[in-house]
């Protein structure tokens, strides 16, 4: 447990020697795989908003746990599963269709708005569900009535392939994407960027918002068969 501790202190002190363009970035503990000792390891530790991608496996840990933390879901959405994830989370990272964010919506009446950013493409080639940076007015617009629904921002992921310009590039133009709606009023506050292995550029190119599990916890052992 120690190395919690370690690398969490090492995180910090990357970030602050980062000259980020858009504030000093919420630290998001991707908590999927991951043992309950840990996540409350890490939550004694000072952090409290944790990320899981699967809805059943976030659950049970939710109800097990008891923490006072925040739970964003980052996984793909899949319509049989809003009720689960409107019910038990307060942020989704995934948004990529209205028909979604409106389950979610219906699925929260009298739960505090559920805090939403839309995942777009930060490359033209990426094949995981998300819309191109030309689609997200449409969304935005299409989201903003709904009652029960807060939009906050923005997420992109890289791909596990691509060079450091190209992810540098990428998340340059979706920073100025999200700059380019707060001067037309959308209010964003989140610009959801950077995983364990390009957070730090991440954050020297706008992102405000950073999701980090291998950083954090090490590396998962595997277990022989």
Known sequence: MTDIKHNLDSIYSEIDAINSPNGKPKIIAVSKKQPLEKIRKLYE???????????QEAIDKITELELDAVWHFIGNIQ??????IANHFDWVHSITRYKIAKRLNNHRIGLEPINVCIQVKIDADDERESISRHEVRELMDQIKDLE?????GLMGISTPDSSIDERRNGFSRLYQLYKDLNDEDYGLDTLSMG???????????????????????????IRNA
């Open 45 to 55: 530790l000072g952090i409290n908003e944790f990320a899981e991608n699967f809805a």
């Open 79 to 84: 319509s049989n599963k809003t009720k689960v």
């Open 148 to 152: 029960n629904i807060k939009l906050r």
């Open 195 to 221: 995983m364990s292995d390009d957070y730090k550029i991440a954050i020297q190119n706008g992102s405000n918002m950073i999701r980090i599990g291998t950083v954090l916890f090490g590396k998962r052992r």
